[in-house]
C-alpha cells in the first residue's frame, strides 16, 4: 500500500510562516508530480503549487513570491514552505502525488492524496 503523511499544520499570526512536509511510503517505484492543494470551510479544493519529477513549478497566483514547493526525491518528500502568512491562506492543506508503485506483477500509477493538514492564520 503507498500512502502520504504530511505534517506541519498549526496556528500562526499573520505575516507568520510554516513548513508544511508529506512523506509518501510504500511499494513506490516512482513519483512523477507532487503538489499541495488547499480547501477552505465551504470552499472547492483548489491547487496551491505543483512540482514535476524534474523540479518544474507551478504556483496558483495568490501564492507566488510567499510560498516555495520543494521536494526531496531520495526520500519521496515533498515541502511547502510558506512565508508572509495571511488569513485568507486558513484552510486544510492536502498532499498529491503521482506515484506508481509495484504490484505483485507489474506496476500500477494512480493519484493519491494525504489526509489533510490544518493551517489557521489568526492574530
Known amino acids: 500500500q503507498v500512502q502520504l503523511v504530511e505534517s506541519g499544520g498549526g496556528l500562526v499570526q499573520p505575516g507568520g510562516s510554516l513548513k508544511l512536509s508529506c512523506a509518501a511510503s510504500?511499494?513506490?517505484?516512482?513519483?512523477?508530480?507532487m503538489g499541495w492543494y488547499s480547501q477552505a470551510p465551504g470552499k472547492q479544493r483548489e491547487l496551491v503549487a505543483t512540482?514535476?519529477?524534474?523540479?518544474?513549478?507551478n504556483y496558483q497566483d495568490s501564492v507566488k513570491g510567499r510560498f516555495t514547493i520543494s521536494r526531496d526525491n531520495a526520500n519521496n518528500t515533498v515541502y511547502l514552505q510558506m512565508n508572509s502568512l495571511k488569513p485568507d491562506d486558513t484552510a486544510v492543506y492536502y498532499c498529491?502525488?503521482?506515484?506508481?508503485?509495484?504490484?505483485?506483477?507489474?506496476?500500477?500509477?494512480?493519484?493519491?492524496w494525504g489526509q489533510g493538514t490544518q493551517v489557521t492564520v489568526s492574530p
Open positions: 512540482i514535476s519529477s524534474g523540479g518544474n513549478t
Open positions: 510504500g511499494r513506490i517505484y516512482s513519483i512523477r508530480t
Open positions: 498529491n502525488a503521482d506515484i506508481t508503485a509495484r504490484a505483485t506483477i507489474g506496476f500500477y500509477t494512480r493519484e493519491y
